[in-house]
């Protein structure tokens, strides 16, 4: 199969760069920047964050590298809405009960 890519066929597939405009990102990035963006409000380490992604699971995947190997990616602001919006019906509260202080 080919894929359209970015930077001469080293980077990801267009559709894995649009993705990422819209706020879905591979795993570990997607950690990453749960983790940013809930800093001053929570302290819950980076591998509860994985738990939660993986938990929910990925919203779709794109081929990403040189030889275009799938890579699930995982939508972001579905997390975010979860820990700033729906605090009280929260089903990842529920399940970890932590106090990281």
């Not at 993986?54 to 820990?83: M, N, Q, R």
């Amino acid at each position: 199969m080919t894929a359209t890519y970015l930077k001469n066929g080293q980077g990801k597939s267009n559709n894995a760069y649009f993705a990422q405009q819209r706020r879905k990102w591979p795993l570990t990035r997607a950690v990453k920047i749960i983790a940013d963006e809930i800093e001053g409000y929570y302290k819950i380490p980076q591998r509860i964050i994985r738990e939660w992604l993986e938990l929910i699971g990925p919203c779709e995947w794109h081929h990403v590298g040189k030889y275009a190997s799938a890579c699930d990616f995982y939508d972001t602001e579905e997390v975010l809405d979860v820990l700033f919006d729906k605090a009280d019906e929260c089903i990842l509260f529920d399940e970890w009960q932590y106090n990281f202080e």
